[in-house]
């Protein structure tokens, strides 16, 4: 259960970041709010996940997810590169996302 709940915090660290751009610095109140709510959701699953699963770990399967997710949703929405390279350097991170979990007992 402890990683549903940390591949679901990833999922709101994504949402953060994501709203980030939507809040133009924190000038748009409606953004921000839903920035800040996930912000709160995301640490707050983080946290959770933490009671079973090794720090270091979970932190960087968390941060994993949330950087492919961003990364796909900044070429989607925002037109970003999606040049070879960077897909090259995504999918190197996925892989050590993978590695992560395969390696932890939990």
């Known amino acids: 259960m402890a990683w549903v709940i ?51 770990t979970a932190y960087g399967v968390w941060v994993g997810i949330g950087t492919v997710g961003t990364v796909i949703l900044g070429i989607v929405l925002f037109g970003e590169s999606a040049s070879l390279v960077r897909v090259l350097f995504v999918s190197l991170i996925i892989i050590g996302i993978i590695g992560l979990k395969l390696t932890t007992s939990t």
């Open 6 to 56: 940390l591949f679901i915090a990833g999922l709101f660290e994504i949402g953060w970041a994501i709203g980030l751009k939507y809040t133009e610095g924190f000038t748009k109140l409606i953004p921000t709010i839903g920035t800040i709510a996930a912000m709160v959701i995301s640490m707050t699953l983080l946290g959770i996940s933490l009671r079973s699963l090794p720090v270091g």
